[in-house]
């Protein structure tokens, strides 16, 4: 059975920082492309960050140079640090990990950037 289990959600002020983590089992971690998506409130998901299995990675433009995507393949976990964050960063965070037509989600972690 498939598990991708995120973490580090929570609330935090402006211009602060969160890890969001993502553990996976049930696959092999280290051919999946990994991911992490967002989704705002009355919004639709998008990708904020990717990494492949060979650790390039890609960002939405309006994380750039504030969010940094890595992976642990001896721990089976993708990690997302995000830095001075800003209210509309506000969202549900969802894992994802993709490999041909194989793709998991995660249930999501929200994050609240709020004063």
């Known amino acids: 059975q498939v598990q991708l289990v995120e973490s580090g959600g929570g609330l935090v002020q402006p211009g602060g920082s969160l890890r969001l983590s993502c553990a996976a089992s049930g696959i092999f971690f280290g051919l999946y492309t990994m991911a992490w998506y967002r989704q705002a409130p009355g919004k639709q998901r998008e990708l904020a960050a990717g990494?492949?299995?060979?650790?390039?990675?890609n960002y939405a433009d309006s994380v750039r140079g504030r969010f940094t995507i890595s992976r642990d393949n001896a721990k089976n976990t993708v990690y997302l640090q995000m830095n001075s964050l800003k209210p509309e960063d506000t969202a549900v965070y969802y894992c994802?990990?993709?490999?041909?037509?194989?793709?998991?989600w995660g249930k999501g972690t929200l994050v609240t950037v709020s004063s």
């Open positions: 990494i492949t299995t060979g650790g390039s990675t």
């Open positions: 994802n990990a993709i490999m041909f037509k194989d793709a998991y």
